[in-house]
C-alpha cells in the first residue's frame, strides 16, 4: 500500500498570498495517478488536479499542480476567499487507492 | 449534470451489516468509461477509498475491508449498492459514492462525487 504523506498539517496564510502543498509518497507513484481535492466543511470532496498536473473541468488556473514519483505539489498562486479548506492527495497508480492525511489552509 | 445521491439508514447496530445505495441521474451508468465507488470519511479524519464497480459487475475492494464488503450494481435502476457486514463503532463515518473514469483498465480520479451520508454504528 502507498502511504501519502502531507504536509504541513495546517498552513496559515493570508488572502492574495502564495501556498504550497506537499504530498510525499513512501514509493514512486505510477505514471504520475495523483490527484488533488479541495473539501470544505460539511461538503463532498472536489476534484482539482488529476495526473499530478491537469486542472479538473471549472477549476481556476490559480490551481496547479507538479511534481512525479514520490514528490508532488499542489500550488495556489493567488488565495481567494474560497480557497480556505482542506486539501486532500490521493494516488490511484496502484491498489488500494489511497489518500493523504489532508493539509488545512486557514485565515492568517 | 450527472448528479450522485447516497440513501440508507443513518443508524446501524453493532455486529449488523451496513446498506447503501447510490443513484445516479443525469445520465447512464453503463457507460466503459467509468467505475463507480465508494468512499468513506469518519468525523474529522480523513478519506478512505472502500471498493470499486464497473457496470459489468466487476469490482475492486480495498483489501482491509475486503473481507467484510460488497458492492454490486442495478443499471435498470441506474444505481448501486455497498453492503458493510459486522460493523463496529470504527466504521462510522460519512459515506460517499463518487464516479471514477477508466482508462487502459486503470482506475482514474473520482471526478463526481455525491453529497454524502452519515451513518453511526451504535447500539
Known amino acids: 500500500e502507498i502511504v501519502l504523506t502531507q504536509s504541513p498539517g495546517t498552513l496559515s496564510l493570508s488572502p492574495g498570498e502564495r501556498a504550497t502543498l506537499s504530498c510525499r509518497a513512501s514509493?514512486?507513484?505510477?505514471?504520475?495517478?495523483l490527484a488533488w481535492y479541495q473539501q470544505k466543511l460539511g461538503q463532498a470532496p472536489r476534484l482539482l488536479i488529476y495526473?499530478?498536473?491537469n486542472r479538473a473541468t471549472g477549476i481556476p488556473d490559480r490551481f496547479s499542480g507538479s511534481g512525479s514519483g514520490t514528490d508532488f505539489t499542489l500550488t495556489i498562486s493567488r488565495l481567494e476567499p474560497e480557497d480556505f479548506a482542506v486539501y486532500y492527495c490521493?494516488?490511484?497508480?496502484?491498489?488500494?487507492?489511497?489518500f493523504g492525511g489532508g493539509t488545512k489552509v486557514e485565515i492568517k | 449534470q450527472l448528479q450522485l445521491q447516497e440513501s440508507g439508514p443513518g443508524l446501524v447496530k453493532p455486529s449488523e451489516t451496513l446498506s447503501l445505495t447510490c443513484t445516479v441521474s443525469?445520465?447512464?451508468?453503463?457507460?466503459?468509461?467509468?467505475?463507480w465507488g465508494w468512499i468513506r470519511q469518519p468525523p474529522g479524519k480523513g478519506l478512505e477509498w472502500i471498493g470499486s464497480?464497473?457496470?459489468?459487475?466487476?469490482?475492486y475492494y480495498n483489501p482491509s475491508l475486503k473481507s467484510r464488503v460488497t458492492i454490486s450494481v442495478d443499471t435498470s435502476k441506474n444505481e448501486f449498492s455497498l453492503k458493510l457486514s459486522s460493523v463496529t463503532a470504527a466504521d462510522t463515518a460519512v459515506y460517499y459514492c463518487?464516479?471514477?473514469?477508466?482508462?487502459?483498465?486503470?482506475?482514474?480520479?473520482?471526478?463526481?462525487w455525491g453529497q454524502g451520508t452519515m451513518v453511526t454504528v451504535s447500539s
Open positions: 443525469g445520465g447512464s451508468m453503463s457507460s466503459r468509461y467509468y467505475y
Open positions: 514509493q514512486s507513484v505510477s505514471s504520475s495517478y
Open positions: 495526473g499530478a498536473s
Open positions: 464497480i464497473y457496470y459489468s459487475g466487476s469490482t
Open positions: 463518487a464516479r471514477q473514469g477508466v482508462a487502459a483498465r486503470r482506475l482514474q480520479a473520482f471526478d463526481i
Open positions: 490521493q494516488q490511484y497508480g496502484s491498489s488500494p487507492l489511497t
